[in-house]
């Protein structure tokens, strides 16, 4: 399992957005993180979310707390990561796929077909 870290690589954008950027101890290899990104084509935010859910997940199976008579510590690492997750996704969902206001429709012309569409709604029996 290899482990590289280029941000001009999709894996290296996903291993910065997951903070997963030691390649002496990665906790994801590149081979895991292009899996996550298999799985939403054209996305970065939910292969990031994805991998931070699995990360989450395996860090659930330890304790979270421990008590050491009058010392006690809580650790937040999984409800971080979820929550990094969970902006991600809403992320994802909120930003528009396509940003309308950089599009240029000077070139379009009339819409094609446009003649046709009187004489069909006139040989439609409804009109």
Known sequence: ???TYNVTTDIGKIRLMIADTSIITPH???EELAFFLSLYP???????????EAWASAMSQTADSERIGDYSYTKKQVSNLLALATKLREDENTNPIVDWSSMDFTTYGDIEGADHVDSWMLTYSGY
């Open 1 to 3: 399992m290899t482990a």
């Open 28 to 30: 994801f290899s590149d």
């Open 42 to 52: 054209g996305s970065y935010r939910l292969p990031a979310a994805q991998a931070l």
